[in-house]
Each structure stands twice: as C-alpha cells, then as structure tokens.
C-alpha cells in the first residue's frame, strides 16, 4: 500500500498516488510482469506481485524515484577543510558512487529528467561496456548546449537519485542534443535505468523500512505465501504485498 498522509489534518493531493500507480504500471509492464494488481483505495495503492524472479529487481524498479540531475560542479570548495556548514548557501557536497569521493556542486540542477526525451542502452566500442545515452528535448538540447558552452573546462555531474555517476570535464560546446552516463555498469543496471528513465521519475522518494509475513486473516482470507513490504519516505508510506505465485490479474503492455 502506499499512503499519502495529511499534512495539519488535510490529505495530500491525490494526483501524486495516480501518477506513481502510473508510472509503476509502466515500469512493471517493461520489465515483463505480465500479472500484478495495482488498486488505489483513497490514498493508498495496493500492489500484489508475482516474484518467482529477481524479486530484488522488480522491488527497486517500482521503489526508486529514478530522478536525472546535471549540477555543475565547483572545484574552488573542493578541500576538505570545507564542510557543508561553511560552503555558500548554493552549493552541496554529493558522494561519487562507488567511492567515498565527494565534489561540491551546485544545489539547483541546470538539467533534470523534463528535459530528457529518451534513454536508450550502448556499448562502449573499446571496452564493450553498456552505458545509457540520453536524448535530450528539443529545449534540453539548447540548454545542454548553452551549459557546455559557457562552462569549457569545469565540471559537470551527473546525478542519479542524489548520487554522483560521473563528472567528464567539458571539453567543448556540445551540440545535438545528447549526452551519456557511463560508470561501469552492469546490464543488469542499465537496462533497469532505462526503465526507469523512459517512465519519467516519482514525484514522491520512496524506500524500503521494513519486510513481515501476511497470515491468511490479514490478507483477503487467502493463505498463500506472501510477504508485506513497507517503504516510507517523507509524507509518503508504501507497502508492498508479494504473492508468490498466486494469479491475480493480467496487467497489459
């Protein structure tokens, strides 16, 4: 279930379930999970999954907000001596992903998932690596091009739920409107980025604070062998009923 609570005693705005219920439709149908329920009772959704498969996958594809940054990133604040208490108010220090590197960046993003058009995976022709490329909107586009442009030999990040994949140096303007995220990925990664990305991101974070058994009392009268997973983030509570091998209902393309 996922549970909009009330902020003074008025209930969160509904439109936020419906389009996490939307975009969790989406991203299941991509990744094949053909039979799921995904009910909206007031403020909550009920979601019951099939998950004979990979059940650590199709949890983190309908938990993660999937949320695309470009933060350009400021090297003047990159000693240690400075703490996020004494950098200037517009500026954050964010982790490297994979490592315990840290760059400041700048808190407002010049570039996020409104301006992407489409994501798809490619291989490195040297190393065969997979990594995404990005397309960029029409407006992405000029904008990615007046950044690099006006910033040649800084850096810019990429950020992917908060955290840093990579920071190139720009070493040019970049026309064309389009951009990759490389970070030695493995197919798995990509290919779930890449649902992630085409289904746009929540507008809510979500995560997972705890996992308990249903019995046959708390679940329909059903006794089937089921788990409950509970996410919360903010104003946002979410569990997540798995079925394990229990038809349900077909959940189209």
């Not at 902020?7 to 996490?20: M, P, R």
Request: proline share 4%.
């Amino acid at each position: 279930m996922i549970d909009v609570e009330a902020k003074d005693g008025v209930a969160e705005n509904n439109s936020n379930v419906d389009e996490i219920i939307a975009i969790m439709h989406k991203r299941l149908s991509k990744f094949g999970v053909k039979e799921a329920i995904l009910q909206k009772q007031a403020n909550r959704i009920i979601i019951q999954l099939s998950f004979e498969k990979q059940p650590d996958r199709i949890i983190g594809l309908i938990t993660r907000p999937a949320v695309i940054e470009f933060k350009l990133v400021d090297e003047k604040y990159a000693s240690p001596n400075y703490k996020n208490s004494s950098l200037p108010a517009m500026y954050e220090k964010r982790f490297m992903i994979g490592s315990n590197q840290q760059l400041v960046v700048r808190k407002k993003a010049s570039m996020d998932n409104r301006m992407l058009a489409d994501v798809e995976i490619q291989f490195d022709s040297f190393s065969n690596e997979p990594y995404l490329q990005l397309e960029f909107t029409a407006i992405g586009a000029d904008v990615f091009r007046e950044i690099t442009g006006s910033n040649i030999r800084k850096k810019l990040a990429i950020l992917i739920d908060g955290k840093i994949y990579t920071a190139p140096v720009i070493q040019s303007e970049i026309p064309g409107g389009r951009a990759r995220i490389t970070g030695g990925f493995s197919m798995e990664e990509v290919s779930d980025f890449e649902i992630m990305f085409k289904y746009g991101p929540f507008p809510e974070s979500v995560k997972l604070i705890e996992k308990r058994k249903l019995t046959e009392s708390l679940w329909l009268g059903r006794n089937p062998s089921q788990d409950m997973l509970v996410i919360q983030k903010g104003n946002l509570l979410v569990e997540i009923l798995k079925n394990i091998g229990q038809r349900i209902m077909h959940m189209d393309e």
